[in-house]
């Protein structure tokens, strides 16, 4: 062996070896639980480690060698997490792919990351295979037994993959920190899918100070109901199988459902959206549930309004929540807030870093800006990607004056927290103003006869840019007109805030992930105000 | 700047960071706190941080350039403590020399580390100034004010030091993680002092798994008593800066003072030996104070005693206690034992791996061996030395089959929890047996006639190693003869664990560091029994 590889092996830390490290400290604690149908699912520490080690070894026996890509259309299952840890112990190159992504998208990733297995849920063999002519590169194919469905070929099925491969540890796979774990693609609205390049290191890291700023702990038992191909579930779930907790995986949120598993679990804490924590306090007959058993709430993507914080305060206790923030380029989390801590602050808060992480507000020079002073949010730490699969031109443009530049637009308040303003892109320049399209489209979706609602900046001849603004109308919203829209917000924001103009729309243009596409909104009424 | 510097600055892990990062948190939290005579000195992270960038500056302006070595010869004090992150900052190499040792070996360290530059407390001047034309390579030497003494050429004082540098954050260092951050040197029992080079990513990444599995947090106030030259106390209180916790510094323990300083600043946190935790607990008039105000009390090298348990347990809480370890060449701490989990387990027990750490048992081929089986003790993880300084021999000897190697034999027991042994080379091998000495001085030290004890195999024709007792009577041992002694061990220990014989002796040889040193017991006695 090399000296450097000696060093790898020795010093190593390796995603692949989680399971294992929790399963030596408590072999017989339970890692997964899944409901499918009326089977309870399980994993002990020790059955999750063995089924890793025979994933990684029916991989190996085909004959795909560390560093071959691995791509997955997957749901949550604990299968689709067998094969997850099981990848990493391999050395192999996740891609995980949002099975929401239309055909394009898909196609795009599974060919562009050069993937040459590719693993799914049963329920999506009928839709894949009507393309897998158009997927040279993949010679190996894996099914997921979620829905019952037969694996027909060339289609292998999970079950069928591990059967008669040896449970003991693999040994022969050595790792370096800095290897790529995986490559998660981001949703483009603009262009097409960037590959993140994401290392071992990175995911680790995280992990332990995930741990650490909400005090995850091998009494946790947390449910999983984001979808593990993004990053923010991913590194939660690592995080509690590197404590040694528990985990509960759904393949989505419904209250009713979530209420009936909550119960019988015993969940104690919690990883979801505000609009869940929303959905789970207006469930009919929630009042009979004792939600004060949960020990810690994470929400993620949004801030929590105040009715949902004060409901959730009464029910399960304020200071249990905790927002945290991040972005595939930067793994998650990166900052974390905890509102209960500060009564009077409203807004998109993100709060300060963690422990691994540094935050920094910059101009467009590179200069840090003091408290109070707008710029774009960088980080810097080893959470950073590596880059952007084969593409240079775009890792280059990510990183600038020594830090990995988020594209997000923000501040640090009076008190040195972090404060998220709008993305980059869609600030609006407004004769001499900058204005945050979110914070206009707030004001908007706050009227009750608005359903959906986009803000941009539309080029203008005396503003520079026009703020503009697309409402669906729901059924509230009858007979809303332009003046009311206007005065609504003139109520909220300031004069210069203002929409200038307002158009009703049926409905607005999503990417596969439920983001809109301002982009083509912009593209397709530049011409609005000139016409 | 070239893509790797870009990219050690952007994904940086360094050590140099964490009171930036933690100022950053919470500027106006106390970070230290020290009395000095009547006068109670603090820093809060902001000024922590801003005397840090001074002392890097002062540091760069006369000249010293990163990756230089900068030895320390100081017990603790914050000024010490501003040196450390100072020097992390800066990119130097600190070399933390005990000043307890002996001439010889504190100059072989401070010549063969080719250390550039020296900082020593300025009580350690008048005996330095004796020895400085045998260190060339040094150039500048700097004295911490602890004592009040003046600093006489060629030192330079720490306040005349920073005096006008700068408080502005040093930004032009790059630093990669696997950049070393120290060299610190072990005490060799039988050969000269060995260089152990730790990297910035050790110390970072096992400072995140210290928080975790002690729970170190923003509120914990936790004594250092310990002396920081030493990887223990250096790692916990690397730890509690980067949780932003506070840390009341002394210069070594005494139950009285600890008890008036614990008393005043409300410290809830303990690190240190179960022989202190003990004199605290019989001090007079210790049940006056309320001592289940210690959140974590954390003590290293040895278990504690039953007794001591017990009566911590009653009066401090029995589930507040941990025992660390680890060493030098894989950075504490290792593994962790909360005794207070297992009631009935009694013995050296270092219990399970921290969060990135993987501990085996192997055997002389390098098989892991199964519960219940002695081999030695072996480590993969981040927190494992770079290597020997200058010495690729001892390297190479340290790590096999690719495991960092302990030199500690020990096992697995029932419940895959590490039970130490004995130090490799002071296990006896006696008739076909493996007799741990330190199993037999146990027992010999329980006699109330004995004060200290050394055991040893010495070459015997029929036995091998004939387990010998090099013995130190105290006053109530004024009669004790070998027959006594060999009697008292028949009741405790095997028949092939009883000693052969019994030598009393005035004292034993022992390191500056307080070690016995066998080997040289060994080497004097060999032809004991060929006499």
Redesign the interface.
Known sequence: ?NAQL??N?????AVG?II??SA??A?GREALVEYRGDTRISYTYRELNQAVNKFTRALQGIGLRKGDRVAAVCLNSVEYIVAIFGLARGGYVMVPVNPGLNPADMGYILNHSEARALIVDDAFIPVLNKYLDKLPNIKNFFSLPVSGLAAVKPFISFPELLAGQSPEEVEDV?IG?RDILQIMYTSGTTAAPKGVMITNLSV??AA??N??FANINSRSIMSVVLPLFHCAQHSVLTSAL??GAGAVIMRGFEPGKYIAIWSREKINFMFALPVMYRALLDYPGIDEYDLSAFERCIYVMTPMDRRTLEDAGEKIGADKFVLATGQTEAYPSTNYFYPACYPGKEGNYWG??N??Y??AVLDEQGNKLPRGRIGEIVW???G?M?GYYKDQEATEKS?KF???HSGDLGYFDED?LLVFMDRKKDMIKTGGENVPSIKVERVLLNHPGIVSAAVVGLPHPHWVEAITAFVVAGEKGGGLAEGDVIAWCKQELGGFEVPKSVVFVKELPLTSTGKIKKHEIRSRYEHYYRE
Chains 1, 2 share one sequence.
Do not use: C, F, K, N
């Open positions: 062996m000696e060093q092996l020795i010093q190593r830390l070896d294992r490290r030596l400290r072999p050595i920190d680790y890291v332990l100070h741990i650490i590197l404590a300060v870093s422990l691994t540094e935050t810097r730490g080893p950073v590596e990183r020594g830090w990995h040195g």
